[in-house]
């Protein structure tokens, strides 16, 4: 059974840190491109980050580079994304994202919300 199980999300004040974490199971994990996004109320959901097979190479969206970095670990069939200086327009809904021609697989997704 495919699953991709987001943790780490909550409240935090703007400036703060946060770490995601996607624990992944149920496919061939090494082989799939790793992404993290985001969908804000009203808004379309949008690429936070990716990591391709092995973490050589990253893609990050302009409003994170700098702040945001995306980890993977393919011995723990891992995830992460630690996140700092956080904004209230990082508030959002984060979801983990496994791709692979042809196969795409979703998390259920994690609030983060940035106020004060």
């Known amino acids: 059974q495919v699953r991709l199980v987001e943790s780490g999300g909550g409240l935090v004040q703007p400036g703060g840190s946060r770490r995601l974490s996607c624990a992944a199971s149920?496919?061939?994990?090494?082989?799939?491109?790793m992404r993290w996004y985001r969908q804000a109320p009203g808004k379309e959901r949008e690429l936070v980050a990716s990591?391709?097979?092995?973490?050589?190479?990253?893609i990050y969206a302009d409003s994170v580079k700098g702040r945001f970095t995306i980890s993977r670990d393919n011995s723990k069939n891992t995830v992460s994304l630690p996140m700092n200086s956080l904004n209230p327009a990082d508030t959002a809904l984060y979801y983990c994202?496994?791709?692979?021609?042809?196969?795409?697989?979703w998390g259920p997704g994690t609030q983060v919300t940035v106020s004060s």
């Open positions: 994202h496994a791709r692979r021609v042809p196969s795409n697989y």
């Open positions: 149920g496919f061939a994990f090494n082989m799939y491109v």
């Open positions: 990591i391709e097979y092995i973490g050589a190479t990253t």
